[in-house]
């Protein structure tokens, strides 16, 4: 069961919302309300799998000890610190078993010709998010910022059906102070029409726009990773569908988790800004997976900086070597851990290290610019710097693997393409519809590309006056009071009741068959 399936919208979402708006009224209480959505999260959980709910439940409960006995030591102290430190290698570990053990097998035997087989373990859905989700509690923690520890506060925070399977990767804080909060004053009819409404529009963005590409972008990628021959044209048309397929899949999902937090009364941190009219690739990652650029700034990036300026300036490093150290490495390094993260393969490896490069030069360039007055790089031309490397990571992310990627990337080059630009072949291709091949694969790509560059106005922006989402960082709390008052803004009208109808009637027609989001496979 996901967002999508047929079963979660038209039989278990209205009896979540009609059972959690039922007990708010009925009871002053908080605690049946709250007992209503963990049953709820555990069910939908273990319709992904039975044996998926233990794992989940494991991890919750002993992350939630781990948590119980940090709080009886004293701050700072070696017990405390080491329980920190057993509980981070606990979830480290629970996540390698499941998503690592198969890769290093399959390197060791490779590099030291032994036969090492990985147990077969089918993969938990969401373990990659709930177990990062996790750590973060388990460091708020130590740092004493976790002022009463309740348990069914835990549960749900550890197992809310909205995020639990993709995120987004949120913080106690951002959890906690709205569930002691009265319930009565999250809730109403309100808050139910506007987190509708961003479902509805995350749902048409998943069922519509991305699904109906997928079939293109598959046939590309099976096709190289078998081997086959693809063109030049192909090659391109594949790479771009790609990632727009995963721009509005993600997308989707992103307005999909925030309505419906609103729809029970916890607004989630906001995840998604419209990536894709960035002009730079720093700005790109300020708008893309916002909460999971939060965790690897908070917990690796900044910490590796401040020990490599200390070292710096200790050391009276050249203002080259300070650069490299301060700036690059860190940022290299944080970005192969966020590919790695992503999966278990030497694709998403270079992924992420396609985008450490790129982002090392484009925050060296920032800061030569700064001091040397280096030409400001027009916006278009920032873009298409930004978009290269971001669409050579996408295709080492989505090939079956590195090599295919690899061949991929060089027939969009020009070097071993088969039959040319093969414009005429994709014409013909078709992005299918209900079985019917309505738009010609290379038109729906290109709209699609205009849709998420030249849309005046994203879902939050719309929505802004209401406030769905919270500010990933502190600093969006200014930004987002000024720049989301738009005039393009819902309004719970009929005018704007008869459109939001109709794209959640298109969604509901396209959607419900097995097309889970992209990001439940990381």
């Known amino acids: 069961m996901s967002f999508t399936s047929y079963t979660f919208l038209l039989v278990f979402l209205p009896i979540v919302l009609a059972g959690h708006y039922l007990l708010t009224r009925v009871f002053t209480s908080q605690k049946p309300a709250l007992a209503w959505l963990i049953v709820a999260s555990l069910v939908f959980y273990a319709s992904l799998g039975p044996g998926y709910l233990l794992v989940l439940l494991g991890s919750v409960v002993t992350n939630f000890a781990f948590a119980w006995q940090m709080r009886r030591m004293p701050e700072g102290g070696r017990g405390r610190r080491a329980v920190l430190i057993t509980g981070i290698v606990a979830n480290l570990l629970l996540l390698g078993f499941y998503k690592y053990t198969g890769f290093l097998a399959e390197n060791i035997n490779a590099l030291l010709g032994t036969d090492l087989r990985a147990l ?47 995120g987004p990767l949120v913080r106690q804080g951002e959890v906690f102070t709205q569930l002691d909060t009265p319930v009565r004053e999250r809730t109403g009819a309100r808050f139910l029409a506007v987190g509708l409404t961003m479902f509805a529009m995350g749902l048409f963005k998943k069922a519509v726009m991305a699904d109906s590409v997928a079939p293109y972008v598959a046939t590309m990628f099976d096709t190289a990773g078998a081997g086959g021959a693809v063109s030049t044209g192909s090659a391109w048309v594949g790479a771009l569908a790609y990632t727009f397929e995963l721009y509005f899949d993600f997308s989707g999902y992103s307005d999909m988790a925030l309505g419906l937090g609103y729809m029970i009364g916890v607004r989630l941190p906001l995840n998604f800004n419209s990536p894709l009219k960035a002009t730079s690739l720093v700005e790109f990652w300020r708008r893309w997976h916002m909460t999971m650029v939060r965790f690897f700034t908070s917990y690796v990036y900044t910490p590796m900086t401040a020990t490599m300026m200390r070292r710096g300036i200790r050391r009276k490093w050249p203002q080259w070597v300070r650069l490299l150290a301060v700036i690059c490495l860190p940022v290299f390094v944080t970005f192969v851990l966020v590919g790695f993260w992503h999966g278990a393969g030497w694709g998403f490896i270079i992924s992420g290290a396609i985008h450490g490069v790129a982002l090392s030069i484009n925050l060296t360039w920032r800061e030569l610019g700064a001091k040397r007055r280096l030409p400001r790089i027009p916006a278009p031309v920032g873009w298409l710097l930004m978009m290269v490397p971001l669409v050579a990571s996408l295709v080492y992310l989505r090939a079956p693997d590195a090599g295919s990627a690899t061949r991929i990337l060089a027939t969009m080059a020009g070097l071993g393409a088969a039959g040319g630009a093969s414009v005429a072949q994709l014409y013909g291709t078709g992005v299918l519809f209900g079985g019917l091949t309505v738009v010609p694969a ?7 590309g205009a849709i998420a560059l030249f849309y005046p106005r994203n879902t939050q922006e719309i929505l802004g006056r209401y406030e769905v989402g919270l500010p990933t960082i502190p600093s969006q ?23 939001i109808a109709v794209i959640a009637g298109l969604g509901l027609v396209f959607a419900g068959g097995p097309s889970p989001f992209l990001y439940y496979r990381y």
Do not use: C, M
Request: glycine share 6%.
């Open 120 to 166: 077969a373990a089918a993969y938990p859905v969401g373990l990659s998010f709930y177990t990062f989700i996790q750590i973060g509690f388990l460091l708020d923690t130590y740092v004493g910022q976790i002022e009463r520890l309740s348990f069914l506060n835990y549960l749900l925070f550890g197992t809310f059906f909205p995020y639990v399977t993709a």
């Open 442 to 448: 290379i038109l729906w790509t290109i709209f699609l």
């Open 477 to 499: 709390e200014k930004e987002t009071g000024r720049r989301w008052r738009p005039p393009i803004s819902w309004r719970p009208n009929p005018s704007w009741a008869i459109a």
